[in-house]
């Protein structure tokens, strides 16, 4: 009777389940890659390296061309803080360094290594392989995490180093591991908790250890309830099942967000402006414990991740080991792709992935998925807008709790001051919004406008603000000048006068006084006044 | 009777209104910021001289006095036209000249005799340089102002579309072609190096 | 080739499905209606639907719109609606008139779908009623009422529908009747009491709900209604927040008054199914365009239109009040999206969480 009272308050949405986030969509899922065993990519031509592969500052090329790189060497050194460097995948030559395009939706480009492997694959071994890491020092651990380049594999690509942070003043209570996957087609983290569930507890466990959290939980969706009960397996039998537990949530797009996820575990939400850290919380993608396990305990730098190689045109879908630097092109033709031309490439899942023109584009970081779709698919989904029937779907959808369709019109309309009213800088750009909108309007697409809008107004009224001081401290100056040079020429002239005056009455006394007179009054003359204080 | 009556009573109401009304513009009078302040934080201060006043405060200072219209500014572009015929109350007027994209000065120094004429020209103080030194500019601070080029007696400063870079990158509006959106980027690529 | 941003993917919802979707629940109700008034009913559903579609294809082409737009189905939608709303014994020329005003006036003028304030059903219903108060308050004698007219073949409805009572030899009092509300106000308003009046009247619940009350063609039948209701909500193109809200804050004030003070206030379960109540809350008060966004929002639209049609049928001059109510609450909506919004992820309100 209760399961039954249950059943219908989730199916009117009155209490779906004890602390889930709000709206959120059910997807086609398509996931063809999923429970397939994962290969290795073979070794392309060449490899390419951009100099930034992570949010924050860009790395400096430590290579010249024509030098032997091994794998795992250090090529790019990470400049500022928010900055991881970037090692080479195998080894070879170093055979340019020039401008390419990257994976970014402007078609834009970086300053890029390009190597050619020599076939050898030697390993660079400077890294000491640390497996007693709950000896070690939470910095040294850091620094390691930092050296070995990783930055969350999740998609944000973020410096994971910045995360694990011990702080006294926000002690992390719960670590939690994001086993979710809710993209599409992607099945890349699912895969790698089948094969790799040891090494990525371990890295949870690492994580655990550098900031002093006291529980974790592994977060997975009961559409991969195979992989929960393989974590489940692998924490009891690393005996860590006191602090570490496995919870199931029930599929719903976009929960592998990091806030939605943070909010349907522990029902708190991340205070706007303020990081999970602020509530004790920090998430880690599954990924990127792995990575963080390869760099403690194996001394490997991060050179090569876990791709879902899938979409509807390609014949022999895959999940690949990919080294950094692949050309895009290459590891398709690997999944039996004939020709690059008549497909889209997307480049990460469906929902948040951007749509790669050019096909030489390298395998970074942030790769999660690589999708060969025909072009009739992507078409159909970018539908050509009709007008907003103000239905309120994108509403219900939106996890964020923003109004999507006037959010839009106000983008649209450029009246991006309400567009801010109506909290556009909450958006998280899932894309649960435009996937539901039934006249396929491309809210997301009005939203990033919006933003990039935005933050443009902002520079250019900080530009503004800059010149205007600097005018004015011109003008300033300048009149400065003027009147110091106009209080010199005064000077000049009361001196000039009384020059004349001492002149006029020196003529004046020559006519009716003595010679004598006449001398002394000259060596009475004032003395010359002080020049103008300059 | 009635008439008496009606008339006492509107011009009591009168009275007191006119009572209400003097002590409310009395408590409530804020001490606003002088319109020509407002219009000058609109302003993008690129100090250009292109409407016709010298710097962006003297144009501030004749819109908020009526004296000229409000469509003069070209830099500031059609938003910043739409925002001051805004705070006027005016209706607003298309902007005559073209909207061009954004620009800064870029001096060829292997031309430069170092005649700090172009330095003083600058009303941003951008341009760096001693006599019979080469000057450069600070790209930087540079408002795209064009003042310095008439000094210049070499002829040897150019004006260079801003490059943009990956992190001013913003997404174009929906419906923008993707091929419109290489070429723009291209074109400003061949500009200076970053 | 144009710059794509994410999604990739999308639901295949579209306007055109959402339109058929309602049009398909609506047809539970259109049968029932041709079952109550015979060929009548089958003509003015026809004329309310061609002429509605033909002013939108006439509108799209003078305002060079996208002819396409036509067959998104919400042209036809509304001269469904709108033949639902309408007493079988209007004649042709009301029905052309109400379906123009419609698409013109309630929705080409505003810039077209998504656009207009009002629905446009509903406001060409009210313009008629205020018009043409005598034929919108005269309501047929259902076939299966015990009528014992033999009006309701092919040749005397269309006699009937062209060219008034006059062509087939009857008189409006003749073939009309009062509708259960209406004749509720009209019998309080002389100081007979609730009970007494329904009773005078044989007004039955069960017939109500299965359908043999006179009222407009859609009013029929509440359990056809609520069929092709639920399925909308099952199919999720309307969601449940407004026609619940709706419903229920009728009922419950039906109820509290008519504890307070039976003799004057009708019952709660005659106030659900009496009138256009179940029609507006599932068909006319969730049309997307003229109700809120948000779900918060919606339960106060519901709200409000229940307050309203309550105290309309109750304190108004009009007996039935769900579509001013409806109406009045379009004006509201922008109104409500403004100030009802949703909470914002990490916004807390003054009690915020630990």
Same mark, same amino acid.
């Not at chain 1, 690589?370 to 103000?390: N, Y």
């Not at chain 2, 040897?156 to 980027?185: H, N």
């Given at each position: 009777?209760?399961?039954?009272?249950?059943?219908?308050?989730?199916?009117?949405?009155?209490?779906?389940?004890?602390?889930?986030?709000?709206?959120?969509?059910?997807?086609?899922?398509?996931?063809?890659?999923?429970?397939?065993?994962?290969?290795?990519?073979?070794?392309?031509?060449?490899?390419?390296?951009?100099?930034?592969?992570?949010?924050?500052?860009?790395?400096?090329?430590?290579?010249?061309?024509?030098?032997?790189?091994?794998?795992?060497?250090?090529?790019?050194?990470?400049?500022?803080?928010?900055?991881?460097?970037?090692?080479?995948?195998?080894?070879?030559?170093?055979?340019?360094?020039?401008?390419?395009?990257?994976?970014?939706?402007?078609?834009?480009?970086?300053?890029?290594?390009?190597?050619?492997?020599?076939?050898?694959?030697?390993?660079?071994?400077?890294?000491?392989?640390?497996?007693?890491?709950?000896?070690?020092?939470?910095?040294?651990?850091?620094?390691?995490?930092?050296?070995?380049?990783?930055?969350?594999?999740?998609?944000?690509?973020?410096?994971?180093?910045?995360?694990?942070?011990?702080?006294?003043?926000?002690?992390?209570?719960?670590?939690?591991?994001?086993?979710?996957?809710?993209?599409?087609?992607?099945?890349?983290?699912?895969?790698?908790?089948?094969?790799?569930?040891?090494?990525?507890?371990?890295?949870?466990?690492?994580?655990?250890?550098?900031?002093?959290?006291?529980?974790?939980?592994?977060?997975?969706?009961?559409?991969?309830?195979?992989?929960?009960?393989?974590?489940?397996?692998?924490?009891?039998?690393?005996?860590?099942?006191?602090?570490?537990?496995?919870?199931?949530?029930?599929?719903?797009?976009?929960?592998?967000?990091?806030?939605?996820?943070?909010?349907?575990?522990?029902?708190?939400?991340?205070?706007?402006?303020?990081?999970?850290?602020?509530?004790?919380?920090?998430?880690?993608?599954?990924?990127?414990?792995?990575?963080?396990?390869?760099?403690?305990?194996?001394?490997?730098?991060?050179?090569?991740?876990?791709?879902?190689?899938?979409?509807?045109?390609?014949?022999?879908?895959?999940?690949?080991?990919?080294?950094?630097?692949?050309?895009?092109?290459?590891?398709?033709?690997?999944?039996?792709?004939?020709?690059?031309?008549?497909?889209?490439?997307?480049?990460?899942?469906?929902?948040?992935?951007?749509?790669?023109?050019?096909?030489?584009?390298?395998?970074?970081?942030?790769?999660?998925?690589?999708?060969?779709?025909?072009?009739?698919?992507?078409?159909?989904?970018?539908?050509?807008?009709?007008?907003?029937?103000?239905?309120?779907?994108?509403?219900?959808?939106?996890?964020?709790?923003?109004?999507?369709?006037?959010?839009?019109?106000?983008?649209?309309?450029?009246?991006?001051?309400?567009?801010?009213?109506?909290?556009?800088?909450?958006?998280?750009?899932?894309?649960?919004?435009?996937?539901?909108?039934?006249?396929?309007?491309?809210?997301?697409?009005?939203?990033?406008?919006?933003?990039?809008?935005?933050?443009?107004?902002?520079?250019?009224?900080?530009?503004?603000?800059?010149?205007?001081?600097?005018?004015?401290?011109?003008?300033?100056?300048?009149?400065?000048?003027?009147?110091?040079?106009?209080?010199?020429?005064?000077?000049?002239?009361?001196?000039?006068?009384?020059?004349?005056?001492?002149?006029?009455?020196?003529?004046?006394?020559?006519?009716?006084?003595?010679?004598?007179?006449?001398?002394?009054?000259?060596?009475?003359?004032?003395?010359?006044?002080?020049?103008?204080?300059? | 009777?009635?008439?008496?009556?009606?008339?006492?009573?509107?011009?009591?109401?009168?009275?007191?209104?006119?009572?209400?009304?003097?002590?409310?513009?009395?408590?409530?009078?804020?001490?606003?910021?002088?319109?020509?302040?407002?219009?000058?934080?609109?302003?993008?201060?690129?100090?250009?001289?292109?409407?016709?006043?010298?710097?962006?405060?003297?144009?501030?200072?004749?819109?908020?006095?009526?004296?000229?219209?409000?469509?003069?500014?070209?830099?500031?572009?059609?938003?910043?036209?739409?925002?001051?015929?805004?705070?006027?109350?005016?209706?607003?007027?298309?902007?005559?000249?073209?909207?061009?994209?954004?620009?800064?000065?870029?001096?060829?120094?292997?031309?430069?005799?170092?005649?700090?004429?172009?330095?003083?020209?600058?009303?941003?103080?951008?341009?760096?340089?001693?006599?019979?030194?080469?000057?450069?500019?600070?790209?930087?601070?540079?408002?795209?102002?064009?003042?310095?080029?008439?000094?210049?007696?070499?002829?040897?400063?150019?004006?260079?579309?801003?490059?943009?870079?990956?992190?001013?990158?913003?997404?174009?509006?929906?419906?923008?072609?993707?091929?419109?959106?290489?070429?723009?980027?291209?074109?400003?690529?061949?500009?200076?190096?970053? | 080739?144009?710059?794509?941003?994410?999604?990739?993917?999308?639901?295949?919802?579209?306007?055109?499905?959402?339109?058929?979707?309602?049009?398909?629940?609506?047809?539970?109700?259109?049968?029932?209606?041709?079952?109550?008034?015979?060929?009548?009913?089958?003509?003015?559903?026809?004329?309310?639907?061609?002429?509605?579609?033909?002013?939108?294809?006439?509108?799209?082409?003078?305002?060079?719109?996208?002819?396409?737009?036509?067959?998104?189905?919400?042209?036809?939608?509304?001269?469904?609606?709108?033949?639902?709303?309408?007493?079988?014994?209007?004649?042709?020329?009301?029905?052309?008139?109400?379906?123009?005003?419609?698409?013109?006036?309630?929705?080409?003028?505003?810039?077209?779908?998504?656009?207009?304030?009002?629905?446009?059903?509903?406001?060409?219903?009210?313009?008629?009623?205020?018009?043409?108060?005598?034929?919108?308050?005269?309501?047929?004698?259902?076939?299966? %009422?015990? #009528?014992?007219?033999?009006?309701?073949?092919? $040749?005397?409805? @269309?006699?009937? *529908? !062209?060219?008034?009572? +006059?062509? /087939?030899?009857?008189?409006?009092?003749?073939?009309?009747?009062?509708?259960?509300?209406?004749?509720?106000?009209?019998?309080?308003?002389?100081?007979?009491?609730?009970?007494?009046?329904?009773?005078?009247?044989?007004?039955?619940?069960?017939?109500?709900?299965?359908?043999?009350?006179?009222?407009?063609?859609?009013?029929?039948?509440?359990?056809?209604?609520?069929?092709?209701?639920?399925?909308?909500?099952?199919?999720?193109?309307?969601?449940?927040?407004?026609?619940?809200?709706?419903?229920?804050?009728?009922?419950?004030?039906?109820?509290?008054?008519?504890?307070?003070?039976?003799?004057?206030? %009708?019952? #709660?379960?005659?106030?659900?199914?009496?009138? $256009?109540?179940? @029609?507006?809350? *599932? !068909?006319?008060?969730? +049309?997307? /365009?003229?109700?809120?966004?948000?779900?918060?929002?919606?339960?106060?639209?519901?709200?409000?239109?229940?307050?309203?049609?309550?105290?309309?049928?109750?304190?108004?001059?009009?007996?039935?009040?769900?579509?001013?109510?409806?109406?009045?609450?379009?004006?509201?909506?922008?109104?409500?999206?403004?100030?009802?919004?949703?909470?914002?992820?990490?916004?807390?309100?003054?009690?915020?969480?630990?």
């Amino acid at each position: 009777m209760f399961n039954l009272l249950h059943t219908i308050k989730h199916a009117l949405h009155l209490t779906p389940q004890s602390h889930a986030f709000r709206g959120g969509v059910h997807l086609s899922e398509f996931k063809r890659t999923a429970t397939k065993a994962s290969e290795q990519c073979p070794m392309p031509r060449v490899l390419m390296y951009p100099v930034k592969q992570h949010i924050g500052q860009a790395c400096e090329p430590l290579v010249k061309v024509g030098d032997r790189v091994l794998r795992g060497q250090k090529i790019g050194k990470s400049q500022g803080y928010v900055s991881v460097p970037i090692h080479a995948s195998t080894s070879g030559i170093v055979t340019k360094i020039e401008n390419h395009i990257i994976p970014h939706p402007s078609g834009m480009g970086l300053p890029t290594i390009f190597v050619e492997p020599d076939g050898l694959d030697e390993v660079d071994e400077s890294l000491i392989p640390l497996p007693n890491y709950r000896s070690l020092s939470p910095v040294e651990l850091r620094e390691r995490v930092r050296i070995a380049g990783i930055a969350g594999l999740g998609g944000a690509v973020f410096p994971t180093f910045i995360k694990l942070l011990k702080d006294k003043l926000h002690s992390i209570e719960t670590v939690i591991l994001n086993g979710i996957e809710c993209e599409p087609w992607l099945t890349n983290d699912h895969q790698l908790m089948l094969e790799k569930s040891h090494q990525i507890i371990t890295g949870l466990d690492i994580v655990m250890h550098m900031v002093g959290a006291q529980s974790a939980i592994v977060a997975i969706e009961d559409n991969t309830m195979d992989a929960a009960f393989v974590m489940q397996n692998a924490v009891e039998d690393m005996k860590l099942s006191q602090v570490i537990k496995v919870e199931v949530l029930p599929t719903i797009y976009p929960q592998g967000g990091e806030k939605q996820l943070i909010q349907a575990l522990t029902g708190k939400e991340v205070p706007a402006g303020r990081l999970p850290i602020h509530i004790g919380v920090l998430s880690t993608n599954v990924g990127t414990a792995k990575a963080i396990h390869d760099a403690v305990c194996l001394g490997e730098a991060m050179t090569e991740r876990l791709v879902t190689v899938s979409g509807d045109a390609l014949p022999s879908p895959k999940n690949m080991f990919v080294r950094f630097g692949t050309p895009v092109c290459f590891v398709l033709e690997q999944c039996g792709l004939d020709s690059c031309d008549d497909v889209n490439i997307i480049h990460g899942g469906p929902m948040m992935g951007e749509i790669l023109r050019p096909t030489d584009i390298p395998v970074v970081k942030a790769s999660n998925g690589l999708l060969a779709m025909k072009k009739a698919t992507v078409m159909a989904s970018h539908h050509e807008e009709e007008p907003c029937i103000r239905c309120g779907d994108c509403s219900d959808a939106c996890p964020a709790g923003l109004m999507p369709n006037l959010l839009a019109m106000h983008c649209k309309e450029e009246q991006f001051e309400r567009a801010e009213n109506y909290q556009l800088f909450d958006c998280i750009e899932c894309g649960a919004c435009s996937y539901v909108c039934p006249s396929h309007i491309p809210l997301v697409h009005y939203f990033r406008f919006g933003k990039g809008q935005v933050a443009k107004i902002r520079r250019e009224k900080v530009f503004a603000e800059e010149s205007r001081q600097r005018s004015e401290s011109r003008d300033l100056r300048l009149r400065k000048e003027q009147e110091e040079k106009e209080e010199k020429r005064r000077i000049a002239q009361e001196k000039k006068e009384a020059r004349a005056a001492a002149l006029a009455a020196q003529a004046a006394a020559a006519t009716d006084v003595a010679d004598e007179a006449l001398t002394e009054t000259v060596s009475e003359k004032p003395a010359p006044t002080p020049k103008a204080e300059s | 009777m009635h008439i008496l009556l009606s008339l006492s009573v509107f011009s009591g109401f009168a009275l007191l209104v006119g009572i209400g009304l003097a002590f409310a513009s009395r408590y409530f009078h804020v001490e606003g910021d002088p319109l020509a302040d407002k219009i000058d934080a609109l302003l993008p201060q690129t100090q250009c001289g292109q409407c016709g006043y010298p710097g962006c405060r003297p144009y501030a200072n004749a819109v908020a006095a009526l004296e000229v219209d409000v469509n003069h500014c070209v830099p500031g572009g059609e938003r910043t036209m739409l925002q001051i015929a805004d705070m006027m109350g005016v209706e607003p007027k298309a902007i005559e000249a073209e909207e061009t994209a954004p620009v800064v000065a870029f001096i060829r120094e292997d031309e430069c005799i170092g005649c700090t004429l172009c330095i003083k020209a600058c009303p941003v103080d951008c341009i760096i340089g001693a006599p019979k030194q080469y000057h450069t500019i600070i790209t930087d601070h540079c408002t795209g102002c064009t003042l310095c080029l008439e000094p210049c007696p070499v002829d040897c400063i150019d004006m260079l579309e801003v490059p943009e870079t990956l992190e001013k990158w913003a997404w174009p509006v929906p419906g923008t072609e993707r091929a419109k959106v290489g070429v723009e980027r291209k074109h400003q690529h061949e500009g200076i190096d970053v | 080739m144009i710059l794509l941003s994410s999604p990739h993917q999308h639901s295949g919802n579209s306007i055109q499905l959402t339109m058929f979707t309602v049009i398909i629940a609506l047809i539970p109700a259109a049968m029932v209606s041709v079952y109550l008034y015979g060929w009548l009913a089958f003509l003015l559903l026809t004329m309310c639907i061609g002429a509605s579609m033909l002013t939108e294809y006439v509108c799209l082409h003078l305002m060079k719109r996208d002819i396409k737009r036509l067959w998104d189905g919400s042209a036809a939608l509304t001269g469904l609606l709108l033949a639902l709303t309408l007493p079988a014994a209007v004649p042709w020329w009301m029905a052309l008139f109400a379906s123009v005003f419609a698409i013109v006036l309630g929705k080409q003028l505003y810039g077209g779908l998504g656009y207009n304030l009002f629905n446009p059903a509903l406001s060409a219903r009210v313009v008629l009623l205020i018009s043409f108060p005598l034929q919108m308050t005269s309501w047929m004698i259902p076939m299966h %009422a015990g #009528a014992t007219l033999d009006m309701y073949d092919f $040749g005397t409805s @269309l006699q009937f *529908f !062209f060219f008034g009572p +006059d062509a /087939v030899k009857q008189t409006w009092d003749a073939v009309t009747m009062a509708s259960p509300l209406g004749y509720l106000k009209t019998e309080l308003g002389q100081g007979v009491t609730v009970s007494q009046a329904l009773s005078d009247y044989h007004y039955s619940t069960f017939y109500a709900f299965i359908g043999r009350e006179a009222g407009s063609l859609g009013e029929g039948s509440a359990l056809a209604l609520l069929f092709g209701g639920v399925y909308l909500l099952a199919r999720k193109t309307i969601s449940w927040h407004i026609p619940i809200t709706y419903i229920a804050t009728v009922a419950a004030l039906a109820w509290v008054f008519n504890l307070i003070n039976p003799d004057v206030y %009708a019952p #709660a379960m005659f106030h659900v199914l009496a009138g $256009g109540l179940i @029609l507006c809350a *599932f !068909f006319m008060a969730t +049309d997307p /365009v003229s109700s809120p966004s948000s779900a918060i929002g919606k339960i106060a639209f519901g709200f409000g239109c229940g307050l309203l049609t309550w105290v309309i049928r109750t304190f108004g001059n009009y007996p039935e009040g769900a579509m001013f109510a409806v109406i009045l609450m379009n004006c509201m909506v922008p109104l409500i999206d403004y100030y009802i919004r949703p909470r914002v992820y990490g916004y807390f309100r003054k009690r915020a969480k630990a």
